[in-house]
């Protein structure tokens, strides 16, 4: 297997993760409620969001701490989401990468899906969360 090197292997981990989420029975209808079915605008987001922490490249504008916490207003989020979401990033990148990238992205996953968990707590317990 390759490791992740450019933008269109990042298209084809994030096609195939959210493919994968679209269907999940666990956090599946966080995506759909929020998204629904047009996912042409989140996924260039998400494009442009990992190739900035995969390869610091330009072009991702936006704050995934505040899009959580605002999300956990209209759809609890708890640990079991966010420990979800990992497993499933996870095997997917395993499915499709292996290499020094494609253990970045797992490990960058990681600490955010831990990061974002607790911001998302601090807001319910009315503290800043400094996005």
């Known amino acids: 297997m390759k490791d992740i090197e450019n933008v269109a292997h990042i298209q084809l981990l994030v096609n195939t993760f959210y493919d994968r989420v679209k269907v999940d029975e ?39 701490v505040k899009k959580h916490v605002d999300l956990d207003k209209k759809t609890a989020l708890n640990k079991e989401h966010f420990d979800h979401w990992l497993v499933l990033w996870i095997d997917t990148t395993d499915s499709l990468f292996a290499g020094e990238i494609a253990d970045m992205a797992k490990n960058k996953a990681t600490l955010m899906a831990n990061l974002i968990n607790m911001k998302v707590e601090m807001g319910r317990l009315g503290f800043e969360t400094l996005n």
């Open 26 to 64: 666990k956090i599946g209808y966080i995506f759909t409620q929020i998204i629904g079915e047009d996912w042409s605008h989140h996924l260039p987001i998400m494009y442009n969001f990992w190739n900035m922490v995969l390869f610091s490249a330009p072009g991702y504008v936006g704050s995934p």
